[in-house]
């Protein structure tokens, strides 16, 4: 019995010594693990290119000075139109890790304080799509519209058309549809009418009058 007795206590004694060691391995190798922030940090800057990483490391930067929580707002910037959306009121730290995952956004901070992110889209906005409209402005320019073409209507201005040489080169229904004004619904139609009348653009024409 007695002999039994210590056996079951051998086993015990090992036991505790055996979980006792485990905690600690644990609770050592966790010490050399990297925080969840850490992690992050190190797997994103990982991936980036020498220019996006040195601006990231600004923006970090940045944002390690600000103390206080503020109202932050993100910036969608398309190739026509913008949108923006407000991301709440947010703490430092919550502004450094929506940093650290999206690093293709670009921060900014104005002159009273107003946090900001920027992210740059390939495409048109989706305002854009439902009213974007290619046509002339008053002096010759091709130009982006949102509806009707009009000088109050002016999203952006490309370049300055040779008209004359446009319309005796173009079939007279697409010189007309450009003064009516060319709807573009999709980021292929925007390119298609950009490359479309980029061969008329008075410096083109010029060049091309030029040359041997």
Known sequence: MKRRLRWKRGWIVLGTVIVICTLGWIAHTSDLLPSNKEALSQTTFAKLTPGVDQRLKEAITTLKGITDS?????????ICG???QQLGMQSPDQMIEAQMKHPNWFLSVSANGEVS???HINDLSPECKLKAV????ESGNLSLFKG????ENI???FFQLNIKHLESSLPSETVKQLHDGIRVSDLEE?????STFSDYAVEETERAMMSP
């Not at 503020?70 to 398309?78: E, M, V």
């Not at 290619?134 to 402005?137: A, E, P, S």
């Not at 925007?190 to 950009?194: D, E, G, Q, R």
């Open 155 to 157: 999203i952006r201005t």
């Open 134 to 137: 290619f046509g002339l402005d």
């Open 117 to 119: 992110f920027t992210e």
């Open 190 to 194: 925007y390119n298609s009418v950009l």
């Open 148 to 151: 009707t073409p009009s000088k």
């Open 70 to 78: 503020r109202t932050t707002y993100l910036l969608k910037s398309y």
């Open 82 to 84: 913008e949108e923006r």
